[in-house]
Nanobody
């Protein structure tokens, strides 16, 4: 069974920093994509930052210059360093990965349970 486990959310004042971590565990042959998404009540889940196995990254315009994503392809972990946080960054943050569990498997989408980030003004 493949699992994604997030950690690092919490409450921080505006201008502060938080670091989110995501660890993929279980039977994993290959991870094609890893990324962070966030969601607030009544809104669709949106991409925050993504990291492909080829090394390219993409960020939402709203977080460019403030957030930084990194990935360890050996440990199957990913982090999101969030600096200069704003109240509008408040959301539940989800780790997402497209994983192929076995060489004979298809690639499937996996999600973590989510971690709350709250930025107070």
């Amino acid at each position: 069974q493949v699992q994604l486990v997030e950690s690092g959310g919490g409450l921080v004042q505006a201008g502060g920093s938080l670091r989110l971590s995501c660890a993929a565990s279980g039977r994993i042959f290959r991870i094609n994509y890893m990324g962070w998404y966030r969601q607030t009540p009544g809104k669709q889940r949106e991409l925050v930052a993504g990291f492909t196995s080829s090394g390219s990254t993409n960020y939402a315009d709203s977080v460019k210059g403030r957030f930084s994503i990194s990935r360890d392809n050996v440990k199957n972990t990913m982090t999101l360093q969030m600096n200069s946080l704003k109240p509008e960054d408040t959301a539940v943050y989800y780790c997402n990965a497209q994983i192929r569990p076995r060489i004979t498997s298809i690639t499937s989408d996996y999600w973590g349970q989510g971690t709350q980030v709250t930025v107070s003004s």
